[in-house]
């Protein structure tokens, strides 16, 4: 490609676009560091370009975009935290791929996390379990006896819990060699040597089964209608009520504004609820769940339900996002919400053949 296409941009807020093109050429020809290209691509998205238009013009992927975008920012975080200089040498190089899994952490936990990251070598398959390790820990409402505030303690606290799990030895050991490799105070390296002749195996204790539902019938489906009003009633009532148009697997519907409704069969545990609210995400989210079908669910949450307890899973915020958990012991995050039910959409084998009620008598 020798010249950039003409990109949509946003009328809203004109980009300059002398710098756009420049921006545009320099990721074509890989100038500069993967920090100033994820810069770049964050101005040209905010400046209205499309990702795949962005990939066209340039040769990065959209989610090679996503990933040195969010890169960049956790990099930024590290140069406001304090980072030594040989950390931030080191990452502005390399290491987009690592720094993206510590998203999730706060300014102050990814700054210890690429330290230790860069300390001990870890590698793009060892990373998120680093980064869970730490934010795990960091929900905990006091320090287990022996472990410190340190991301390296962290990390050593996950494995001495993995290793007391293992009944095989060879597994055990693995455990207890990478919590020596990570602990960073000795208190926490004694604790973990401690298994070295404490062959006590302590059983894993299963998260709660999640509360899923399938939707099977027609008569599940409900229906939202707009209500006109109540008589007398004039025309221009009539016609003032928007049409209703069902959306997705759920019948979904929108209104002009930010918001939408959306019908819920009426079950128990959904009248039961104080504050229902609903949220959409794809299955992936959950584990155990069927990995191979990815499917948009429907979470139902109870905004009123904030009080812990070792049988649900609950909504909580991480690092502004919303996540659903299953905590063993009491966290130190606030607690937005319980989920209550997972509803699937209901199986159709074939969406345009049911549409023909004289197929359906028939």
Known sequence: MTDSPSLPQNSENQPNQELSQEL???????????VEWGQACAYLQKSGYNPQDIFE???????QQNQIIVGSQVYNS??????SEEVKTHYSQRGSDLLYEFRMLTQEERAGAAEL???HKVDADEVKEV???IKDYSRLRTFPEGFSAHPGDAVAYQTWKQARQK???QL?????????????TDTARRKIEQLLTDFTVVPQRPAPLLPFYRLESDAEM???VPVVGELPLTPDDLKAVPMVEEDGPFNMVKFEGVGAWVPLPGWQVVSNAEDPVVILCQNHKFPNEEQNVPQQVMVAVDRAQRKWDDGGYFVVDNAGELDFQWFETEPEVEILGRLIVIVKPKRILDEEFTKDSWQIDE
């Not at 545009?24 to 993967?34: M, N, V």
């Not at 590290?78 to 980072?83: D, Q, V």
């Not at 055990?172 to 960073?184: E, M, Q, T, V």
């Open 131 to 133: 980064a869970r390790a």
């Open 222 to 224: 409900s229906r939202v």
């Open 78 to 83: 590290l140069e406001k935290s304090g980072a």
């Open 57 to 63: 013009a340039t040769g990065f992927e959209p989610i």
């Open 167 to 169: 009944s095989d030895l």
């Open 117 to 119: 990251a860069f300390k």
């Open 172 to 184: 055990r050991s693995r455990f207890i060699a990478k919590g020596l490799k990570f602990a960073h």
């Open 24 to 34: 545009l050429r320099k990721l074509r020809q890989k100038e500069g560091t993967w």
